[in-house]
């Protein structure tokens, strides 16, 4: 069985300031791990991933994530945030045949300005 | 490439009523999912195909759900007869299924029942 659990539906941060969304992951064999983004209206667009290799993961729009094996976490950051961040932002997890993607409830990020 | 096309955007109808939704996945991905966005649940994989077979049909609610895919650019999910807690939006995603999966999702279809 695999999920994840995301800590805070809701985060705000002033425009500028550090990004942290928290994830943490429970899966029986080594997962891949995603971060997916959803702005009003729309589909999820995938942020970045993490299955093999290096830790640190570096995605789109400044986004990166660690992943620590030692604390099953995968938390995304970004140095300074933009108005364009607000949005709402998905953890997932694959594991096992690596088709089936279990998401997290979700974290709305507000940014004010 | 055009994306993933889901049709309609919005669906409202009434309960008891067939509804169906489309979706045209990204040309020359093997893999289709479908899932479904609540509050209260957030995000549920309900089926997935690869390669037009259902593979994985076990977060389908109940027996009034079904889903095909007759060929490798359309599937359809069907819902007879809706009740109104099946309100929801409704994703489809492609996903090209070589080792590791990155899904495409369209832009959803909002269903509401009444």
């Known amino acids: 069985a695999q999920s994840v659990t995301q800590l805070g539906s809701h985060v705000s941060v002033s425009e500028g300031a550090l990004v942290l969304l928290r994830c943490n992951y429970s899966s029986s064999v080594p997962p891949y791990l995603f971060w997916y983004v959803q702005y009003p209206n729309q589909g999820l667009q995938l942020l970045l991933k993490y299955t093999t290799g290096a830790t640190l993961v570096k995605g789109i729009n400044g986004f990166e994530a660690e992943f620590k094996k030692s604390e099953t976490s995968f938390h995304l950051t970004k140095p300074s945030a933009h108005m364009s961040d607000a949005a709402e932002y998905f953890c997932?997890?694959?594991?096992?045949?690596?088709?089936?993607?279990?998401f997290g409830t979700g974290t709305k990020l507000q940014v004010i300005p | 490439d055009a994306g993933v096309i889901q049709s309609p955007r919005h669906e409202v109808t009434e309960m008891g009523q067939e509804v169906t939704l489309r979706c045209k996945p990204i040309?020359?991905?093997?893999?289709l999912f479908w899932y479904r966005q609540t509050m209260m649940r957030g995000l549920e994989l309900l089926i997935y195909f690869n390669n037009n077979v259902p593979i994985d049909d076990s977060g389908m609610p109940e027996d009034r759900f079904s889903a095909k895919m007759p060929n490798a650019s359309f599937s359809t999910l069907k819902i007879q007869p809706s009740e109104p807690r099946d309100s929801a939006v409704y994703f489809c995603?492609?996903?090209?299924?070589?080792?590791?999966?990155?899904?495409?999702f369209g832009n959803g279809t909002r269903l509401t029942v009444t």
């Open positions: 997932a997890v694959a594991s096992g045949g690596y088709q089936k993607v279990t």
């Open positions: 995603a492609s996903s090209p299924g070589t080792g590791w999966v990155t899904l495409h």
């Open positions: 040309s020359g991905h093997d893999y």
